[in-house]
């Protein structure tokens, strides 16, 4: 597996936890969800008790999507929140850590 | 080969299946089609029975193109749809797991 | 040599083949040609004798930049080509495939 | 630990240290923090002595997040300020240089 | 070291050559300078005798920062020049290529 999404609804923090067999997060960019408000929409994350980082600002019938291409591998929990009127959905994918991909990806190995 | 490229058109879901002979997907980036409306077009993508995740959304003599860069290499169909009066043309390219290029791209290694 | 930069003029292809002494190339972004026109013009790629792919759309005083992010590594012609009034200028670059770099690209491994 | 981010405040430089735990630094991209000025935020880095160089430049209401894609790995200090209204969130990831992670990023190393 | 960044002013082509103890240049974005103009500044980039190529095209107060995303590592002399009344801030960093590093840099391989 590779693809990870996740609709984030304003005042719904969602929570990333570290899964070693998942292994690093890969989180590539936000879009906006469905909503009717023209005032923008705030893609904040925090690590731990640290305090929250704007990511991307999403302005509606302007700039609707954003990238991110951040990366995850922390033991402390990441906080996604949206501060704005309007969902946002995240989507990045997992770089996959198993051992026994380890050979099959050889060829991977360039990029 | 590496070029990926396909044209999802509004109402017309696209299925990705995973080809080992062809290996890990980049999808990078998204454009939209002829057409005359200036709503916007949405690209979704879901994996198996997931809900389906916004990757972007593309606005008529705005933003017409969006950059992805995400990853498929799930055993799941990942099916891309679009939610729009457009259709939207996807690019990316795979990285190639083919044990045979193995040698060839040692000079690729670095990126 | 790394660099690799063309002008598509609207009407006249430009056809990339692959060279092994070159290798796998990263079409980085497309930015527009010189021109007065306020029409936006769509740059198209196609593989061997598949229908072409809108890869972005580039809108004069508005987006005339668009990165792309794509890599090229097929033995079939690569066609790209332009739809609209103003040429546009690809860039990007090799990776490099020559067996004689791989020791010395040790330190770029990383990336 | 991957996730690196930081508010720079106008007028209050904040100054990033090489830090062999912690590794080579991505610096993802910029967003603007909260405010109500229209006037634009530009993002600026200075390497120990040498002159500023912009980074990017934020306006509001317009573009509110910029890509960056830069790596940090000096020994000299370098200085990120922001010129203008408001503050700027830079948000970014550190690689890794931990021998240990060595053989259990098998699994990554084709990104 | 890897940070590398430029100003380049209109009119005064910027030269860069490649050095050994550096190795690969990435480009990653451009940004415009102060200015009052209102008139787009066009960067390019032209290897040794070949013609100028477009690299992005900034646009005061709507798109003042670009991405690039190229690479350089050629023995011919890359100039980088600026058509328009703006300077462009270039910003990019060095890959680096120093023997030495290659074992510490392991963690670093999976990028």
Known sequence: MAFWGVEVKAG???IHRFDSQLGRLRLSSATLGSGS???KSIVQCSVGSNPPINLCSL???KVETSPLNLEFEEDDEVTFSVVGPTSVHLSGFYYGENEDDCEDRCGLDHY
Chains 1, 2, 3, 4, 5 share one sequence.
Do not use: A, D, R
């Open 59 to 61: 302005l509606p019938e």
């Open 12 to 14: 719904k923090p969602f």
């Open 37 to 39: 408000s023209n005032k």
